[in-house]
């Protein structure tokens, strides 16, 4: 069954800890993508990759790495540089950079 | 950079009446519209897209119109069913190609069908 994972679907962490998220897609995608999503802000791109190690920072890179060492995977991992690291954060891929986005269940971050 | 407004926020309309979200964005290079829907608890999924050569699209139910000289883009949903409740975002991209690196979403539109 073809698509993208994400775990874990929730986590809590607490505040200065470094939590890593993973993403892994069996689609043979290319370009992979981290958005962050807040209520009422639409999604904001994190970073993203366009081909194996290889990345790029998005709109709201701050407090954030990534990494790129095999197609299928690219996992996030939020920082204690973050200063508000509590979120929705969805991971997806596509074929190309221009082709369409398909994404990953999400995985809520709450940091206590 | 790029800047899309998405109205409105909330829509509520009776079952098998059309809904219409609108959005304009600021870039007047930006040449790829996308629309995505997210059912309640489920990954956002592209519905329909645009590209800046072409003014209309339609597939089913589901149209997107695009005004170029307005910078203004909208979706359309005719004879809408109680399936069409969900967030709907609408994004553009300035890359040519319509790069996904190069898309800002809007902030969403909850569409709610009222049986």
């Known amino acids: 069954d073809g698509g993208i994972t994400q775990s874990p679907k929730y986590l809590f962490r607490k505040e200065g800890q470094n939590v890593t998220l993973s993403c892994e897609q069996n689609l043979n995608h290319d370009a992979m993508y981290w958005y962050r999503q807040d209520p009422g802000q639409g999604l904001r791109l994190i970073y993203y990759?366009?081909?194996?190690?290889?990345?790029q920072k998005g709109d709201i890179a701050e407090g954030y790495s990534v990494s790129r060492e095999k197609k299928e995977s690219f996992p996030l991992t939020v920082t204690s540089a973050q200063k508000n690291p509590t979120a929705f954060y969805l991971c997806?891929?596509?074929?190309?950079?221009?082709?369409?986005?398909?994404f990953g269940e999400g995985s809520r971050l709450t940091v206590l | 950079g790029e800047n899309v407004e998405q109205h409105p926020s909330t829509l509520s309309v009776q079952e098998g009446d059309s809904a219409v979200i609108k959005c304009t964005y600021s870039?007047?290079?930006?040449?790829?519209f996308p629309w995505y829907k997210q059912e309640l608890g489920k990954r956002p999924q592209l519905i329909i897209d645009?590209?800046?050569?072409?003014g209309e699209k339609k597939d089913q139910r589901i149209a997107v119109t695009l005004n170029k000289t307005a910078k203004h883009f909208s979706l359309h949903i005719t004879e809408t069913q109680p399936e069409d409740s969900a967030v709907y975002f609408c994004?553009?991209?300035?890359?040519?190609?319509?790069?996904?690196?190069?898309?800002?979403f809007g902030k969403g539109t909850h569409l709610i069908i009222q049986p």
């Open positions: 990759s366009q081909i194996v190690n290889d990345f």
């Open positions: 994004a553009a991209s300035i890359r040519t190609g319509g790069g996904a690196d190069g898309l800002t």
């Open positions: 997806a891929s596509s074929i190309q950079v221009s082709g369409e986005l398909f």
């Open positions: 870039d007047s290079a930006s040449n790829y």
């Open positions: 645009i590209r800046s050569n072409v």
